[in-house]
């Protein structure tokens, strides 16, 4: 039978326990987690002319966004209605 984690006062304290313990001695005080990763996004890269980018950030702020929130919620808009075209 393993041994129980002790409850630490202190993070000093803490960190010389671990020092001279290995996890392995608490195997039954362990429980299984799952972890779920999600993916970074990917970046694209797009260049776009000064006039542009001025005209976006205005409608952006608008409408309460960041310029990138609103570029990225038209190329999805775009792309849903290309997947239908298809």
């Known amino acids: 039978m393993s041994k129980k984690i002790p ?3 202190s993070e000093e304290e803490e960190i ?3 020092d001279e313990h290995s996890l392995s001695e608490f195997d039954d005080d362990l429980e299984e987690v ?4 999600i ?3 990917d ?8 006039d542009d980018i001025q005209h ?9 966004l960041t310029q990138g929130t609103l570029a990225r919620l038209w190329i ?4 849903i209605q ?3 075209m298809l």
């Open 39 to 41: 993916r970074d996004n």
């Open 34 to 37: 799952k972890v779920e990763c």
């Open 43 to 50: 970046i694209l890269p797009v260049r776009l002319d000064h």
């Open 16 to 18: 010389k326990f671990w």
């Open 7 to 9: 409850y630490f006062k």
């Open 56 to 64: 976006i950030k205005k409608l952006a702020q608008k409408k309460g």
């Open 76 to 79: 999805k808009e775009r792309l």
């Open 82 to 84: 290309e997947k239908k």
